[in-house]
């Protein structure tokens, strides 16, 4: 789709004001803008993370006390054991099975890995369970936000169903609120490394009966979650011969930020097991034990994952980190703009199209690796032959094929629109930006997507040489009437590859803000009430509730600040299609581009789950879907900003982390690349809503 004319005007946006006012949250989450530290500037360091120690928890249950057996759950886990005691130099693993891994134990096993004195901040931390799950129906009395479906997944103990005490009442299942508060605590205490393996399954009915050879890990059809249990989390299924399933949304925790997940299956599928061992796990080590461990994501981890598709079992991976180096947290990807792609039945594609902003006459430089980018040295050129709303298929730029392009690869665009930059000492500001092309990094301003103009009236972004310092001005004139023309933020003249980035960033943000595509689905957005109690495990626990009316009008958001308040979205879904939401927010203050929500990603390129089913409502930054709530601030000493929110649809899951980008002024580089295949019909849409930002 082409930008209107209108949005094509917008560095920092053309469109009407609207204000916002923001403030501190200790209980919110600020979208992070990742440290210079973040990138694989140095390869050797990689070598550290063996040589630090593995802290792990793993779980395998096949004799459940009172519910069907399993077969090949303690198979998976001691499999799982000797992959972490292999590859590791220094583990630590608490192992459960069978009769040991009772709902008590597993609770302990928690707590014992919150309170370790040698685990330190940011120490590996890998959480894997292998049983039964199951989904249990929500009390009508329930207090607060409750799931659409009014259901809550579960992961089954070896003692559910167990009666005990007077009243013989049975041992319920955990809940995936309770695990999402062991880990949101587990993380506050050690550190965002933590990495949870389900291969267990929650199902919304029937299981698979036409293959008896393959058994589902599933409970099926649990009573109501009581009302009496709402701040409790406890719940008593009833069993069947299955093991149960699925991304489980809330065993991300109430924060995406506090680990990743990888997921045996979606939530309307099933974990199976075979040959007494699991499909998930199987395939799951298989991709480990031949891979490179030191530049394997957990993103290409998933997409390596090969199960058979007639099985309608689809892995999934979520969290906020999916980007970093497995089981690492010091470690993102080196170069941001990297896209992965795929050579398959001689077609070469990229999981980028025009809701990326990329058109046919984009030209790719080719890299057969991560590690190999950083030389500069591309294997060849590229151009865009054809594209879709989500991929694009490549092709030489004479028609040939004498390149020999692998079969998975990593491109960096290299033809970009242009954003008009004006200098009044233009000499100067290229004699300084010599020094940066001299680097390598980016040849010329054309490459980072600038082009010098003569008059400051038709640049988008006019730069100033202030003495020792650079400063940036806004040059849309309703953004500056609001927020004023200076950027509340400078570079030293000294820092040529920072002005560079700089730069190169607004370009990106330009592009990136002027790419739409109607589509009739709305957003609300609304301040959230928090409400406290303590769980039965006495962790304190946080229910978030959207209280007062609707701050988007037309478009825009008018709001006074207040202290510590939260927000929350909903998105309405108008049409009769299912589709994957994306929330960007873009930061006009630095030009950053940070996602709120993106969806899960699935194995070997498959659908995952459409959060927004047709004709549905999805929220974000409470309820169930692992987003935190939004906080805004404004940039230190600063009385006005402004921003957008961007709502992009696709009816296929679709990789978007080419879009982000955090902080410009930070030094470091936005955007995760990751592999996906989006399978037809491929249709998008976005909304846009600009947010204005004033001190009360």
């Known amino acids: 789709m082409?930008?209107?004319?209108?949005?094509?005007?917008?560095?920092?946006?053309?469109?009407?004001?609207?204000?916002?006012?923001?403030?501190?949250?200790?209980?919110?989450?600020?979208?992070?803008?990742?440290?210079?530290?973040?990138?694989?500037?140095?390869?050797?360091?990689?070598?550290?993370?063996?040589?630090?120690?593995?802290?792990?928890?793993?779980?395998?249950?096949?004799?459940?006390?009172?519910?069907?057996?399993?077969?090949?759950?303690?198979?998976?886990?001691?499999?799982?054991?000797?992959?972490?005691?292999?590859?590791?130099?220094s583990t630590h693993v608490t192992n459960l099975r069978d009769a040991e891994a009772t709902r008590e134990n597993i609770k302990s096993a928690f707590t014992s890995l919150r309170r370790d004195p040698r685990i330190k901040s940011g120490d590996t931390i890998i959480i894997y369970f292998a049983g039964h799950g199951a989904r249990a129906n929500i009390s009508d009395r329930w207090v607060g936000w409750k799931p659409q479906d009014s259901q809550m997944e579960i992961i089954c103990p070896v003692d559910i169903g167990v009666p005990v005490g007077?009243?013989?009442?049975?041992?319920?299942?955990?809940?995936?609120?309770?695990?999402?508060?062991?880990?949101?605590?587990?993380?506050?205490?050690?550190?965002?490394?933590?990495?949870?393996?389900?291969?267990?399954?929650?199902?919304?009915?029937?299981?698979?009966?036409?293959?008896?050879?393959?058994?589902?890990?599933?409970?099926?059809?649990?009573?109501?979650?009581?009302?009496?249990?709402?701040?409790?989390?406890?719940?008593?299924?009833?069993?069947?011969n299955h093991r149960g399933a699925g991304v489980p949304s809330a065993f991300v925790g109430q924060n995406q930020e506090s680990h990743v997940l990888l997921a045996a299956c979606g939530q309307t599928e099933l974990?199976?097991?075979?040959?007494?061992?699991?499909?998930?796990?199987?395939?799951?080590?298989?991709?480990?034990?031949?891979?490179?461990?030191?530049?394997?994501?957990?993103?290409?981890?998933?997409?390596?994952?090969?199960?058979?598709?007639?099985?309608?079992?689809?892995?999934?991976?979520?969290?906020?980190?999916?980007?970093?180096?497995?089981?690492?947290?010091?470690?993102?990807?080196?170069?941001?703009?990297?896209?992965?792609?795929?050579?398959?039945?001689?077609?070469?594609?990229?999981?980028?199209?025009?809701?990326?902003?990329?058109k046919e006459s984009s030209h790719f430089a080719?890299?057969?690796?991560?590690?190999?980018?950083?030389?500069?040295?591309?294997?060849?050129?590229?151009?865009?032959?054809?594209?879709?709303?989500?991929?694009?298929?490549?092709?030489?730029?004479?028609?040939?094929?004498?390149?020999?392009?692998?079969?998975?690869?990593?491109a960096k665009e290299i033809s970009k629109e242009m954003i008009q930059?004006?200098?009044?000492?233009?000499?100067?500001?290229?004699?300084?930006?010599?020094?940066?092309?001299?680097?390598?990094?980016?040849?010329?301003?054309?490459?980072?997507?600038?082009?010098?103009?003569?008059?400051?009236?038709?640049?988008?972004?006019?730069?100033?040489?202030?003495?020792?310092?650079?400063?940036?001005?806004?040059?849309?004139?309703?953004?500056?009437?609001?927020?004023?023309?200076?950027?509340?933020?400078i570079v030293s003249v000294d820092n040529a590859d920072g002005v560079l980035e700089v730069l190169g960033a607004a370009s990106r943000f330009q592009r990136q803000l002027g790419t739409t595509s109607a589509m009739p689905v709305t957003m609300e957005l609304r301040k959230l009430r928090r409400d406290h109690a303590f769980s039965e495990d006495f962790e304190l626990i946080t229910i978030l509730t959207p209280i007062g009316p609707n701050l988007i009008d037309d478009n825009k958001v008018d709001m006074v600040i207040e202290p510590n308040a939260v927000f929350g979205a909903t998105i309405h879904n108008h049409t009769s299609l299912h589709l994957y939401p994306y929330l960007f927010y873009f930061d006009c203050s630095d030009f950053s581009i940070i996602p709120w929500y993106v969806p899960p990603v699935g194995a070997d390129g498959r659908h995952v789950d459409p959060p927004l089913p047709a004709k549905s409502r999805f929220s974000i930054g409470y309820g169930n879907d692992g987003a935190p709530p939004y906080e805004f601030f404004l940039p230190e000493g600063e009385k006005k900003d402004v921003g957008f929110f961007?709502?992009?649809?696709?009816?296929?899951?679709?990789?978007?982390?080419?879009?982000?980008?955090?902080?410009?002024?930070?030094?470091?580089?936005?955007?995760?690349?990751?592999?996906q295949i989006s399978p037809s019909p491929n249709v998008w849409g976005s909304n846009l809503v600009i947010v204005f930002m004033k001190d009360a």
């Open 421 to 489: 930059v004006y200098c009044e000492d233009e000499d100067k500001l290229t004699s300084m930006l010599a020094r940066a092309f001299s680097n390598g990094n980016v040849p010329s301003l054309e490459a980072a997507g600038v082009i010098l103009v003569q008059s400051a009236k038709s640049a988008k972004l006019r730069i100033g040489i202030e003495g020792d310092q650079v400063a940036f001005y806004r040059q849309d004139d309703d953004l500056a009437l609001f927020a004023g023309h200076r950027i509340p933020h």
């Open 271 to 358: 974990a199976l097991e075979n040959n007494k061992r699991g499909l998930f796990t199987g395939a799951l080590l298989d991709v480990l034990s031949q891979s490179d461990l030191h530049s394997l994501t957990y993103e290409s981890l998933i997409q390596k994952i090969k199960i058979p598709e007639d099985k309608n079992q689809n892995p999934h991976c979520q969290g906020r980190h999916r980007n970093r180096l497995l089981f690492n947290a010091h470690f993102t990807r080196a170069d941001s703009s990297l896209i992965p792609g795929f050579k398959k039945s001689g077609i070469i594609a990229l999981n980028v199209g025009q809701i990326h902003g990329i």
């Open 646 to 675: 961007k709502l992009y649809l696709t009816t296929c899951p679709t990789d978007l982390s080419y879009i982000s980008q955090s902080s410009a002024f930070e030094n470091a580089r936005g955007g995760r690349p990751r592999q």
């Open 2 to 89: 082409r930008p209107t004319n209108k949005l094509k005007e917008m560095c920092l946006g053309r469109l009407p004001r609207a204000m916002i006012l923001l403030n501190d949250n200790p209980f919110s989450f600020r979208s992070p803008t990742p440290s210079a530290n973040d990138g694989l500037r140095d390869q050797d360091n990689l070598k550290t993370i063996w040589s630090s120690p593995v802290f792990a928890l793993v779980i395998g249950i096949n004799a459940y006390q009172s519910r069907n057996r399993l077969n090949g759950a303690v198979a998976d886990a001691n499999a799982f054991d000797c992959f972490l005691k292999e590859r590791f130099s």
């Open 166 to 240: 007077a009243d013989k009442k049975p041992i319920g299942g955990i809940p995936d609120r309770t695990v999402g508060v062991w880990l949101n605590n587990l993380a506050k205490e050690k550190g965002n490394n933590i990495t949870v393996i389900l291969d267990c399954c929650h199902s919304a009915g029937a299981n698979r009966g036409d293959d008896n050879s393959y058994i589902p890990r599933q409970i099926l059809n649990p009573p109501d979650i009581s009302h009496e249990e709402c701040y409790t989390w406890t719940v008593d299924p009833v069993a069947e």
């Open 366 to 410: 080719i890299y057969g690796s991560i590690a190999s980018s950083a030389s500069s040295i591309p294997i060849c050129s590229l151009v865009v032959k054809s594209i879709t709303p989500t991929t694009s298929n490549l092709s030489s730029l004479d028609g040939s094929e004498s390149f020999d392009v692998p079969s998975q690869f990593y």
